[in-house]
């Protein structure tokens, strides 16, 4: 059985410099804005919780601002640092391989929400304890696996151990 | 001439950010109908819309004056901005 590990919901979302979802929200839920055009990023922190020992997945709960066809692509990468890594976090991102979701089919009315589980076969070999970073993306720029207008709203993210 | 692959995609992209962004039809249909338009535009549209300028104000007005009469007349039939 599943193990729900952590929540990554919009306020708690970290924000790039650049190309970033706009925080906004529908019908009062937070949610983040993902482009239909530009690739969008956002990050968050955590501490890989004690027991963790399992693949990993993450499950995205997203709804569409408008499209009713076509389909959309998320991205998701881990960043995994142990205690004592040399990993100097003033000038480095250490993000492993990204894992795609492969093209997804929205939901036939814009509103309605669906959830993508994707497998993170690329997970940084994090381990209990690790600061933990994720990013999330929708590969908007990507003509053959997203083709859906218009914005893409996530909901909120769910890191899921198997 | 027609409108570069870049504008027509900026158009394109412009639409998707407005709450007139089509829903039902997908971002490659999307930019087939702003390739048409423009095509159409070049070909068509624009001969016509001049030829429909009465004289003498048809030499008169400059292309600039003409277009943003068309741009508010279209506004104010469909109210799109």
Same mark, same amino acid.
């Given at each position: ?5 952590? *929540? ?31 690739? #969008? ?26 499209? /009713?066809?076509? @389909? ?6 881990? #960043?995994?640092? /142990?205690?004592?890594? %040399? ?11 990204? @894992?795609?979701? +492969? ?18 076969? @690329?997970?940084?070999?994090?381990? %209990? ?14 003509? /053959? @696996?997203?083709?859906?207008? +218009?914005?893409?709203?996530? *909901?909120?993210?769910?890191?899921? #151990?198997? | ?12 992209? !412009?639409? $998707? ?24 535009? !070049? ?28 741009? $508010? ?9």
């Amino acid at each position: 059985m599943a193990t729900s590990r952590m *929540l990554l919901t919009p306020f708690s979302a970290e924000i790039p410099a650049s190309n970033f979802p706009g925080l906004s929200t529908v019908n009062a839920r937070p949610v983040l804005a993902f482009d239909a055009s530009t690739q #969008e990023t956002a990050y968050w922190t955590l501490i890989a919780p004690q027991g963790l020992t399992g693949a990993l997945s993450c499950v995205i709960t997203y709804m569409m601002a408008s499209a /009713t066809s076509g @389909n959309v692509e998320l991205e998701v990468a881990v #960043e995994a640092i /142990t205690d004592a890594d %040399a990993t100097d976090l003033d000038a480095t991102a250490s993000f492993g391989t990204v @894992n795609s979701s +492969g093209a997804i089919t929205v939901p036939g009315t814009a509103g309605y929400i669906d959830q993508v589980s994707v497998t993170l076969t @690329n997970a940084d070999s994090v381990a %209990a304890g690790d600061l933990l970073r994720i990013s999330i993306s929708r590969d908007a720029d990507d003509g /053959t @696996n997203d083709t859906a207008t +218009g914005d893409m709203y996530l *909901l909120i993210a769910e890191l899921r #151990e198997a | 001439v027609t409108l570069t692959t870049e504008q027509r995609r900026a158009l394109r992209e !412009e639409l $998707m950010r407005t709450g007139d962004c089509p829903g039902a039809i997908t971002k490659p249909q999307l930019i087939e109908v702003v390739d048409a338009l423009d095509d159409w535009w !070049e070909a068509t549209g624009a001969a016509a819309a001049n030829a429909a300028i009465p004289q003498p104000q048809r030499g008169i007005l400059t292309n600039k004056q003409k277009a943003r009469l068309f741009v $508010m007349l279209l506004d104010a039939r469909y109210k799109v901005t």
